[in-house]
Every structure is written in structure tokens, then in C-alpha cells.
């Protein structure tokens, strides 16, 4: 994994007010941590740090940070966002070693049709998108490729089902699921159940059939 590089610049004010401050002017506000590292609070550029988490690396980007001309190799970490727009808007850096093992979530490839799909009209239900791994930074693959072709309907696809990768660990339990193929009926059923607060008794249009209703309410009419 190629390194990318980054300018930083130290930053002295802290708390809410002055973060809005950088934000409207076009940079974001952070914090560098490392092992036997004080921790520095910077700022960013917003246009240099989309372009620097942008790359085929994604949030594993290696990012050599330049801290006023002091250079840190570092990861993205911690990354907040605006609960709306989704802009970032603080996040961690953290001081890395190209020799140590560091944790990271990496995208799961899933490959071809599954044949309970294909042959038995079955539907994918996709249940995680990511995995938990751990590796040396600059082996951190950008995603993991698996094969889903030979499932078929019923079938779960499995954590321990992903290749091995030389100088990569799988961090979580082997039993957890990753995908699902789906008989058609169990799909069906579940669209089929009413929603909250519908009446099971309610037409397509949602209104109630109320015609024995109203012949009953006849019955014991004026007479």
C-alpha cells in the first residue's frame, strides 16, 4: 500500500467555537496519537483530506502527516461526521509502524451469482459488508475478494469461508455470518406482514371491508 501525504498545521484552540471556525473556513480539526507521542491537536485541509481518504486504500489509507514540517506516518481513525451532510467532522490520526500489526475494517468482495439464485430464484441478504482484520499497515489489502457462486438456497457464508491471505488475520469468530441465500417464500412472507398500526383485515388500498359490518348494522335497523 502506497503512502499519501498530508499537511497539517498545530493548532492551539480548543472546544466548539473555534472547531466551527476551521470548519467554515475550510479545514478540520484533529488530534495525532501515538506510542510515546504527546498528543497534538491540528487542523486539515477539507479538499487535501477527501482526496487523501479517497484513494483505492479508503479510511486504510497510510498518510504520512506533515505536522509543520515533522513528518508522522499515521491512519484515519475515529472519524466523525455531520449526522446530516456526513462531512467529517473531526477525526483522530494515529501513529503507526510500518513493523507493527495494526487492526483495520476492510470491504468484503462478494463474487458471482449464487446458484440459489440463479437456478432456484432465491435472494442474497448480504449481512456484513465489512471484516475486522489484522496486518502490517502497508499489507492491509483494499478489499477481500470471495467467491459466493456455489451457494445455494439456505446456505450462509461464513467468516471461516474467506481465503487466506499471506501476512493477514481475521479478528472476529469464524462462525460469523456474512451472507445468506434466501428461499423466495421466506422473502415474500416477510414483505407480507403488515406494517405497524394496518389492520390484517385491510384491503390492498388499505381501507377496511366493512360489508358485514354495514349488513349487521341493518339487521337491527328502525322496525
Do not use: W
Amino acid at each position: 500500500m502506497d503512502q499519501v501525504s498530508l499537511r497539517a498545521v498545530a493548532r492551539t484552540e480548543a472546544g466548539t467555537r473555534p472547531s466551527r471556525r476551521l470548519r467554515r473556513g475550510g479545514h478540520i480539526p484533529g488530534v495525532v496519537y501515538g506510542r510515546g507521542l504527546e498528543p497534538i491537536a491540528v487542523a486539515v485541509a477539507t479538499r487535501d483530506l477527501f482526496s487523501v481518504l479517497h484513494t483505492a486504500a479508503g479510511l486504510n489509507a497510510l498518510i504520512s502527516l506533515d505536522v509543520d514540517g515533522s513528518k508522522v506516518l499515521t491512519v484515519a481513525r475515529e472519524i466523525q461526521r455531520h449526522p446530516v451532510r456526513g462531512d467529517i467532522t473531526h477525526l483522530d490520526f494515529i501513529q503507526v509502524s510500518l513493523t507493527e500489526p495494526i487492526q483495520a475494517d476492510v470491504l468484503i468482495d462478494f463474487q458471482g451469482i449464487p446458484v440459489g439464485v440463479s437456478q432456484d430464484g432465491g435472494v442474497v441478504e448480504t449481512i456484513e459488508t465489512t471484516v475486522s482484520i489484522r496486518a502490517l499497515p502497508a499489507e492491509i489489502p483494499t478489499s477481500i475478494a470471495v467467491d459466493i457462486s456455489a451457494l445455494e438456497v439456505g446456505d450462509t457464508l461464513l467468516l471461516g469461508d474467506l481465503p487466506s491471505i499471506a501476512g493477514v488475520e481475521y479478528v472476529d469468530d469464524a462462525e460469523r455470518p456474512l451472507a445468506t441465500v434466501l428461499h423466495p417464500r421466506i422473502v415474500e412472507e416477510a414483505e407480507a406482514v403488515p406494517e405497524e398500526g394496518e389492520e390484517p383485515g385491510a384491503d390492498a388500498d388499505g381501507a377496511e371491508d366493512t360489508a358485514g359490518r354495514d349488513r349487521g348494522e341493518g339487521a337491527g335497523g328502525e322496525g
